[in-house]
């Protein structure tokens, strides 16, 4: 079984200072993972992913996120917030595993940029 | 760019009606997917499909039913609209094998009423 867990439904943070979304994950193995945004009234949209090598993976608008293996952790992160990066924002896991790409993905985590 | 599209954006529906909500991918993605979108709930899978004419259940199939004919057109299905299927919709498509990402569509939000 694979699933991922966001523990805070919502973050805050003032524009220009650093941000993090958190997301751990339980898979056997090793993991894909994924962030995505989703702005109001829209689809997910891909922001990065890891697969393997390299533990900080950098993607989209900035945005980077490190795998940390003991912790079972993949925080997203930006080093200075925009008020555009205000969104909803999810993690998602695949198993690799399995061949069928089906993604377990994250209750979301909704992130407010206050100007 | 991958394009997923949607046939309606916003869907309104009387409880008991059929309701068919139809995805077009242009990427000649193997794997299709119906996610539902709740608050709190994040994205739930309800049915995926990796060839034409093949479907598997996700985690929620229970009330839906979906078909390919197709390999870019995926549709969902509810036989007898519920209430308690007021949400928003997802689709989306990827290449079938390897550590690819998933590509999504803008959504359809429906109402049951």
């Known amino acids: 079984a694979q699933s991922v867990a966001q523990p805070e439904d919502q973050v805050n943070v003032a524009e220009g200072n650093p941000l993090t979304v958190k997301c751990t994950y339980s898979?056997?193995?090793?993991?894909?993972l994924f962030w995505y945004v989703q702005y109001p009234n829209r689809g997910l949209q891909f922001l990065l992913k890891?697969?393997?090598?390299?533990?900080l993976v950098k993607g989209s608008y900035g945005f980077e996120a490190e795998f940390n293996k003991s912790q079972t952790s993949f925080h997203l992160k930006k080093p200075s917030a925009l008020v555009s990066d205000s969104a909803l924002y999810f993690c998602?896991?695949?198993?690799?595993?399995?061949?069928?790409?089906?993604?377990?993905f994250g209750a979301g985590t909704r992130l407010t940029v206050k100007p | 760019d991958v394009k997923v599209t949607q046939s309606s954006r916003y869907l309104v529906k009387r409880t008991g009606e059929k309701v068919f909500l139809e995805c077009v991918q242009d990427?000649?993605?193997?794997?299709m997917f119906w996610y539902r979108q709740d608050p709190g709930l994040g994205l739930r899978l309800i049915y995926f499909?990796?060839?034409?004419?093949?479907?598997e259940k996700g985690d929620i199939p229970e009330g839906y039913s979906v078909s390919r004919e197709k390999k870019e057109r995926f549709s969902l299905i509810l036989e007898s609209a519920s209430t308690n299927q007021t949400s928003m919709y997802l689709c989306?498509?990827?290449?079938?094998?390897?550590?690819?990402?998933?590509?999504f569509g803008p959504g359809t939000r429906l109402t049951v009423t």
């Open positions: 898979v056997s193995g090793n993991p894909y």
């Open positions: 990427m000649d993605h193997e794997n």
């Open positions: 998602a896991v695949r198993n690799p595993r399995y061949n069928n790409n089906d993604m377990r």
């Open positions: 989306a498509s990827t290449i079938q094998e390897g550590p690819y990402e998933q590509y």
């Open positions: 499909s990796y060839d034409v004419k093949m479907k």
């Open positions: 890891y697969i393997t090598g390299d533990n």
